[in-house]
C-alpha cells in the first residue's frame, strides 16, 4: 500500500523560503495550477462506498455548493493531516455538511476500494456530524478529474509513494471551481465566506451575507481580507469630504448674493 510523503509537502510549495534555490523537482511537479472559474467533469464515473459506479454529480446537492479533496485511505501521513484538520474547520461551522453543503474525498489510489471507502466515509462522516463521501475511481477518471481541477500529483515508484498537496476545492452547485483553499486546515471563517460565495447566497445568514461584500480572496494569505472594506471606507470619506466642501461653497455663495 502507497504512502505519502506529505511532510516534504506540507505547503512547501507556496514557502518564500524556496524562492532563492531551485526546489526539487518534486515540489515543482506537484505545484498546482490556478482552476477558478474552471468546471470539474462531474459526469466522470466514480465508485462509491457500497460499490455502485455513478457520476460524481450524483454526490451533490441542488443548489448547494460542494467541497472536493483528492487523497488517498493508505495515506498515513498528508491525507490523514488534511482530512483530521478539514474536519475540525467544518465542526466550526454553522453549518451541517451532507444538508448544507456536500463534502466528496476521491481518492488518487486506483487501486483502492469501496470496502475501504465505506470505512473512510462512516469515519469522517462521525467527526462532522453530517455527511462525508469518500469515492474510489479508475485511474483515467481519476486522471481526467485532477487535470480539470489543476490539482497535480506524482507516484514515485521508488518509494512507493503519492507526492501531492493539501487543497481544498469549493465548488458551485453546478461544478465550477469557485475557490480553492491550500493547506492542512482551513480556517472555518475562510471556509464558511468561499461556501457562501460558491452558493450565490443559497446558504449562510444574512449578515454573514453582507460580511462578504466586504471581503474579497487574497490568494497570497489564502484568506479573505477586508480590502473592500478599506476601498469603501476611503470613499465614503472622500464623499463626505465632498458634501461638506459643497456644504460650504452653497453657503458661501448666497453670501455673495446678499
Not at 460542494?66 to 495515506?75: A, D, I, K, Q, S
Request: net charge negative; proline share 4%; hydrophobic share 45%.
Amino acid at each position: 500500500m502507497t504512502r505519502t510523503i506529505g511532510i516534504a509537502l506540507l505547503g512547501l510549495w507556496t514557502s518564500t523560503a524556496f524562492a532563492a534555490v531551485t526546489p526539487p523537482a518534486v515540489l515543482e511537479n506537484t505545484k498546482p495550477i490556478d482552476s477558478r472559474g474552471e468546471f470539474i467533469p462531474v459526469e466522470t464515473i466514480v465508485v462509491g462506498s457500497d460499490g455502485a459506479s455513478k457520476p460524481l454529480r450524483e454526490w451533490m446537492s441542488a443548489e448547494k455548493p460542494m467541497l472536493l479533496t483528492f487523497n488517498y485511505m493508505g495515506c498515513a501521513m498528508l491525507c490523514s493531516l488534511q482530512q483530521d484538520g478539514l474536519a475540525r474547520s467544518i465542526s466550526g461551522l454553522e453549518m451541517t455538511a451532507g444538508d448544507d453543503f456536500a463534502v466528496v474525498s476521491v481518492s488518487i489510489d486506483p487501486d483502492e476500494t469501496s470496502e475501504m471507502a465505506a470505512r473512510a466515509s462512516k469515519r469522517l462522516s462521525d467527526r462532522v456530524g453530517g455527511a462525508w463521501s469518500v469515492v474510489t475511481a479508475t485511474e483515467p477518471a481519476i486522471k481526467t478529474l485532477t487535470d480539470a481541477a489543476g490539482f497535480r500529483f506524482e507516484y514515485l515508484e521508488a518509494s512507493d509513494q503519492y507526492a501531492h498537496a493539501a487543497l481544498t476545492y469549493v465548488l458551485t452547485p453546478d461544478g465550477r471551481v469557485s475557490q480553492y483553499l491550500a493547506g492542512i486546515e482551513p480556517a472555518s471563517r475562510d471556509l464558511k465566506f468561499a461556501l457562501i460565495e460558491a452558493s450565490d447566497g443559497q446558504i449562510g445568514s444574512f449578515i454573514d451575507q453582507i460580511a462578504l461584500a466586504c471581503l474579497q480572496y487574497d490568494s497570497s494569505r489564502n484568506a479573505y481580507v477586508a480590502r473592500g472594506v478599506m476601498r469603501a471606507g476611503g470613499l465614503t470619506i472622500l464623499a463626505g469630504l465632498g458634501l461638506f466642501f459643497g456644504i460650504l461653497w452653497s453657503r458661501e455663495r448666497r453670501r455673495w448674493r446678499e
